[in-house]
């Protein structure tokens, strides 16, 4: 096994895209680390980006959104005077990621390469519309981080492309998020559903909704159909219905030691519902 | 005369409360445990496990192994002792598998390399043909007509004729006619109930080095609650003479019955005297998990009559216990302590053993005893609720007292359980108002409690403090517990005292740390040696009195002439008495050596409030009361803990905690990830109330506490839980799909 340390993207990509055979990135390594020792990966090549100058900064972009580098820990994000009044849900979603140890290494864009349906940020982060820039020896492009997972372990990333920031858009006016999974315990857990919900209003009116899934399909699911059952509506008994009837009917789970088909598609419902409202009240002016 | 200093009242150092003696090594993170142990030349160990449920083993070829550079040494079946049979037969097969392997994790083959990762490395170089048989996990298809058989020729002689090889021992007992019992009953009340393996959880995994000679000479620190066990089988396992092996406890990250056992010691100690080197060797999470003893996992069926007024007219249940690929699942103990808290006129219980492709069960707390408590307090609380009846009131007007014929045969002597009950009703615990979507549950608990070969030795040292030795290694804050009962015999602080751990050259047999019986059995024995070194020293002040020795008695760290016959002396304090002992007879030590047999059963009865959330069927322990008669408490803050201990795990076990296994036979959970052990923001905070009813079979009366505080949780938390929902919980765990479930029967219903 090879390790690098590169001190640029540039040298990051030089060395990715002539690595051979099993290349793994890596920032935290709450995944990449476990995976090693319990034998699930035996890498050949290991990149750490940790030393790339900017990785771990959280800085506001001109149009008033955020960018986040790709190091940027879960500790980080919740210890931002700014960006979890922005962003409430997203930073809540990594901060039910791991301890508090765990919290000092784990981070975002490690948790979306990681592939995972059941990673906690993921939803959050595509509710949010997050994006994030890839770059390859073809240099960078920036695509919705809904975009990245493909499957169970897979991302869409072609060979020698890393993620090589993380960007939030403007939060803007009347806009509140939020992430709720289900866990069997109160921490230290894997989500059996995670759901998110993002919604911006026009006094009690909604005029945005995107509402996205994890654990409930090989990857997270965007219920696009959400906009059509709340936009032009307040979040009323009937919303909610249709809001939890709609997450419910997008589930396409698996039956596993961490929960059966029927629990998690009928957890949905339920997060669905009781995200809504947070996001909802969030979006009025709330500040929990 | 022997000195008694027997008493239950006018301590001045027992049920104090000291920090323990170990306390700033732990914060500090200074003492030893398991895998903290170095040795120059020292050699790392990894164990090649069966990826297999069953299967037999055709060929082993480790020839790519050997050939690495920095292996050292290779060991299969083919290096351990021949012959072997029973208990030391059985753990052998477990250690290292022969003909078959008998479980996922089973270990085949192991090596030793100048480093951990080339050991791990090594492992996987060895290869090994396996021939997959067809394997069993659950109990009730294991007993199954036409179920694979695990191991033929298991059973013992307690097996009726007619029933499955894998049921390989049966236990029965009882007395009076249980269905003229049932035909006096205004109400009959028969469930089945379920429950699943757990693991005990215990924060340190198994590790050891280990050092074998040629000579036959052996040195081996390990992470263990019996040495002495350890000592007896590692020797026979390597064909050894016991007292040539010497074996060190570490300190223990926790055991909880699970490290009264042998997994890993016979492997590190036959690489060790393949390579002429140390041999250090560490469990990993997950191959704890796959392979050393969680408990059984049980299917059992309680039938239980009771009239309109609450008397119980007659019970009656039947256990059957998976035990993993060996004899040896505690039927008889889940049997014997099911109705154990009742005075019962009609009672008939029957265990099974079964055998499965799953490891070896080990102790877990109580072993057995929380399972049938979950049966049958279940029943009652199903009776108490179709009866209308008070579930306090019901059990105190059947509880078991003194001269009550228990369920299982012998007569009760003095116990606590109606002391407790009444504690559990005046506690004002089982009284407060409960909120919407909350209910209450309770339940009563027994274990036996044990004695066991103790050896203690004390020496007093030339200054008059005291150093006492005792062979049980330290699960609970024991040397906290041996300090203060010498201190109150021989009449010095609390502080003037250290305990240690001796290893095995250096005291008798001592059995292991089990049975709650450290406090009982090495508290006797410390009680005994401090009064034997007490009448020495006695003994030493008549000499230079000139007086005969009985004239003589000991009072608070003094000797004194016993009155005015006797001579008008200025008091002698123990540390003049010990300053001149190298020239007024030599060293100054007492000792002790027996196995006590009077350790007093235990009762315990826990009040647990529980909240369900009806859209998710999570639940939540939002309030919970222990309260258990402890004889008499020595060190009221680790009782305390003992009490809290028991409490927590059980709410891991009854809510989400279980052993999940594929259709493969393939362990699905080996981590703490999808092993749910609760973490502490899922507990409560957990009252305690200490009841105490001293054991005359004690000399300050204690009565194990360790093992009972686990009886009762299951039961009284699936009581809650039921209470909650409205629907009999009868399957543990009773995890949030499991409920919500049950709360849709409900609605349907």
């Not at chain 1, 975002?108 to 994030?132: F, H, Q, R, T, Y």
């Not at chain 2, 997950?286 to 299917?299: D, N, Y």
Request: glycine letters at 12%; aromatic letters at 6%; proline letters at 6%.
């Amino acid at each position: 096994m090879k390790y690098y340390k590169p001190a640029t993207f540039e040298e990051a990509v030089a060395l990715v895209a002539g690595a051979e055979g099993v290349t793994r990135i890596l920032a935290g390594g709450t995944d990449v680390l476990v995976q090693m020792r319990s034998d699930i990966i035996t890498p050949d090549t290991l990149i750490d980006i940790k030393a790339i100058p900017g990785t771990h900064e959280i800085t506001r972009t001109k149009d008033g959104g955020w960018r986040l580098g790709v190091a940027v820990t879960g500790a980080e994000m919740s210890e931002h005077p700014e960006l979890g009044r922005d962003w409430p849900g997203v930073v809540e979603a990594m901060d039910l990621i791991g301890s508090t140890q765990v919290q000092g290494r784990a981070t975002p864009v490690g948790n979306l390469c990681n592939g995972s349906p059941a990673a906690d940020s993921v939803p959050a982060m595509i509710a949010a519309g997050a994006a994030v820039t890839v770059t390859g020896p073809e240099g960078s492009r920036e695509i919705p981080v809904e975009q990245i997972p493909v499957g169970p372990g897979k991302t869409s990333l072609a060979k020698g492309e890393i993620i090589t920031a993380l960007t939030l858009p403007p939060r803007g006016a009347q806009g509140g998020d939020a992430y709720l999974r289900f866990i069997p315990r109160t921490e230290m857990d894997i989500a059996v559903v995670g759901c998110a919900v993002n919604l911006r209003l026009n006094g009690d009116v909604i005029t945005e909704a995107r509402m996205v899934l994890g654990a409930v399909a090989p990857t997270a699911v965007v219920v696009h159909a959400a906009a059509d059952a709340l936009v032009g509506r307040t979040l009323d008994e009937d919303a909610l219905t249709a809001l939890s009837d709609l997450a419910e009917a997008s589930c396409n789970p698996i039956d596993d030691k961490r929960g059966t088909i029927k629990f998690r598609t009928h957890t949905a419902g339920v997060l669905a519902r009781r995200a809504a409202k947070i996001a909802y009240s969030r979006a009025k002016g709330a500040t929990a | 005369m022997a000195l008694d200093s027997s008493k239950t009242t006018g301590f001045k150092y027992v049920g104090t409360r000291p920090n323990r003696p170990d306390g700033l090594d732990k914060v500090t993170g200074r003492a030893k445990f398991g895998a903290d142990a170095y040795a120059p030349g020292m050699l790392h160990a990894a164990i090649k496990r069966s990826p297999h449920a069953h299967a037999r083993i055709i060929k082993i070829d480790t020839s790519k192994a050997l050939a690495m550079e920095g292996v050292k040494a290779v060991v299969t079946r083919a290096d351990f002792a021949t012959g072997l049979e029973g208990e030391f037969g059985d753990i052998l097969e477990n250690v290292m598998a022969g003909e078959k392997a008998l479980y996922d994790g089973h270990a085949v083959a192991a090596v030793a390399a100048t480093s951990a990762l080339i050991a791990r490395d090594a492992i996987k170089a060895i290869e090994v043909d396996y021939e997959i048989l067809p394997h069993v996990t659950d109990v009730d298809a294991a007993m199954q007509a036409g179920a694979p058989v695990i191991r033929a020729g298991a059973a013992d002689a307690s097996v009726p004729e007619g029933l499955h090889p894998n049921v390989v021992r049966y236990y029965e007992s009882g007395h009076g006619d249980v269905e003229a019992g049932f035909a006096e009953a205004d109400l009959v009340v028969e469930d089945h109930f379920v429950t699943e393996a757990t693991h005990q959880g215990y924060i340190e995994p198994h590790a050891c080095l280990g050092t074998l000679g040629s000579d036959g000479k052996g040195e081996l620190w390990c992470c263990t609650q019996g040495h002495w066990y350890v000592q007896k089988v590692c020797a026979a396992c390597l064909g050894l003479e016991t007292s040539q092996l010497r074996v060190t406890a570490s300190e223990i990250g926790g055991g909880f019955g699970g490290k009264t056992t042998v997994f890993i010691e016979p492997v590190a100690l036959a690489l060790s005297r393949k390579a002429n080197r140390p041999v250090k060797l560490v469990m990993t999470r997950s191959e704890v998990f796959r392979a050393s003893g969680p408990t059984s996992s049980t299917s059992m069926d309680v039938k239980i009559g009771m009239k309109k007024d609450g008397t119980i007219t007659a019970a009656q249940g039947t256990f059957r216990l998976q035990g993993g690929a060996f004899p040896g699942a505690p039927c008889e103990m889940t049997a014997m302590c099911a109705f154990a808290p009742y005075d019962l006129k009609h009672v008939h219980q029957v265990g099974y053993d079964v055998m499965s492709n799953r490891p070896k069960q080990a102790a877990y707390r109580a072993p057995g005893s929380p399972m049938a408590a979950f049966a049958v307090e279940s029943v009652i609380d199903e009776l108490c609720g179709q009866l209308g009846l008070d579930p306090i009131d019901t059990r105190l007007k059947n509880a078991s007292r003194e001269g009550t014929r228990a369920s299982f045969g012998p007569t009760w002597p003095r116990i606590g359980l109606v002391e407790t009950l009444e504690a559990v009703k005046a506690h004002p615990h089982y009284v407060a108002p409960l909120k919407k979507g909350q209910g209450r549950g309770i339940s009563c608990g027994f274990w036996f409690n044990h004695g066991g070969e103790t050896a203690v030795s004390l020496a007093l040292s030339e200054d008059g403090s005291a150093q006492v030795a005792v062979g049980t290694p330290d699960i609970g804050g024991s040397r906290a517990s041996m300090a203060l009962m010498a201190a109150e015999v021989l009449g010095i602080p609390y502080e003037d005292i250290r305990v240690t751990i001796a290893d095995t050259a250096t005291l008798g047999y001592n059995e292991i740390s089990h049975g709650s019986r450290v406090t009982y059995a090495s508290g006797l024995a410390t009680i005994k040696a401090a009064e034997d070194a007490v009448q020495k020293l006695c003994g030493r002040a008549a000499a230079k009195w000139g007086i005969p020795e009985d004239a003589v008695y000991w009072e608070d760290g003094y000797a004194k002439p016993s009155g005015p016959n006797a001579g008008d002396f200025e008091p002698l304090h123990i540390d003049e008495i010990t300053a001149t002992m190298g020239a007024t007879g030599g060293p100054i030590c007492g000792h002790f050596e027996a196995t006590p047999e009077g350790a007093g059963v235990s009762f315990a009865a826990h009040i647990v409030d529980a909240e369900v959330d009806p859209d998710t069927g999570k639940t939540s322990v939002v309030r919970y009361t222990v309260v258990q008669d402890a004889g008499k408490a020595i060190h009221p803050t680790y009782v305390e803990g003992q009490f809290q201990g028991g409490a927590a795990q059980g709410i891991g076990w009854a809510l989400n905690e279980e052993y999940i296994y594929g259709a493969d036979g393939r362990l699905q959970n080996a981590g703490f990830l999808d092993y749910r052990i609760p973490v502490a923001s899922d507990l409560p905070m957990i009252d305690t109330v200490i009841v105490e009813v001293p054991n005359p079979g004690h000399p300050f009366g204690v009565r194990g506490v360790g093992e009972t505080s686990i009886c009762p949780p299951l039961a009284a938390i699936a009581n809650a839980v039921s209470n909650a929902v409205g629907v009999r919980m009868r399957q543990l765990p009773m995890r949030p799909s499991r409920v919500l479930e049950a709360l849709e029967s409900a609605a349907d219903g």
